[in-house]
């Protein structure tokens, strides 16, 4: 299928925000999903948005999409070194699997 | 206990043997599948199953074949391995609700072809 894209890295220091950016590529998906992958770990579901909403909130989460823009990212406040791991963005498709681009990066320095 | 396990975590193997992965789920799903993980490509689905009597291939599934022996189990073999298959290989399961699709994952198979 074709590629869901994400950056594939980003640093950024203890304290501040992180922001990991998606551009998805089916308009007709109805949810999207952040998941995150500790290393040496599965996948685990972080959140994920409906796509009638531009803006989900869970605690230090916010899920931001644009869908005139196919464009999803994800927001994390107060990044702590617990946060390094490998965010992945996924769309659903067919409504049955999940088309996931190939992982952020985010390594969090003291 | 986990909700999804793997078994084997870790296996090195020969190029041309047979190998099978195996997948368990305790959590009552109907929807099960497998994904491998190479570095650079993110995930790629080779097999799903809908149900017990359901079984599809996914984007890769040239060189696998899948058995959904129950519910609660979904194993992987490569019938004759090759390096290339070299990965970390994901068995995950979801509880489709209408449209909402969440899938969990177990901790993954990593899988050394030599």
């Known amino acids: 299928g074709e590629d869901v894209e994400q950056s594939l890295f980003l640093s950024v220091r203890e304290g501040d925000s992180s922001v990991i950016n998606c551009t998805y590529t089916d308009s007709s998906s109805t949810y999207l999903y952040w998941y995150k992958q500790e290393p040496g770990a599965g996948l685990q579901l972080l959140t994920y948005?409906?796509?009638?909403?531009d803006m989900k909130q869970d605690q230090r989460l916010t899920v931001l999409l644009n869908k005139k823009d196919k464009h999803l990212s994800l927001r994390i406040a107060d990044t702590q070194t617990g946060d390094s791991a490998i965010y992945f963005c996924?769309?659903?498709?067919?409504?049955?699997?999940?088309?996931f681009g190939k992982g952020t990066s985010l390594l969090v320095t003291p | 206990d986990a909700d999804v396990t793997q078994t084997p975590r870790n296996r090195i193997t020969k190029t041309g043997k047979r190998i099978m992965l195996e997948c368990s789920q305790t959590?009552?799903?109907?929807?099960m599948y497998w994904y491998r993980q190479d570095p650079g490509l993110g995930l790629r689905l080779i097999y799903y199953?809908?149900?017990?009597?359901?079984?599809n291939k996914g984007e890769i599934s040239d060189g696998y074949s899948v058995s959904r022996q129950a519910q609660a189990k979904f194993s992987l073999s490569l019938e004759s391995a090759i390096p290339n298959q070299t990965a970390l290989y994901f068995c995950?399961?979801?509880?489709?609700?209408?449209?909402?699709?969440?899938?969990?994952f177990g901790p993954g198979t990593r899988l050394l072809v030599l």
């Open positions: 948005i409906f796509s009638n909403m």
């Open positions: 996924a769309e659903s498709i067919s409504g049955y699997a999940l088309n």
């Open positions: 199953s809908f149900d017990v009597k359901d079984i």
């Open positions: 995950a399961t979801s509880d489709f609700g209408g449209t909402q699709e969440t899938q969990y």
């Open positions: 959590k009552g799903h109907d929807r």
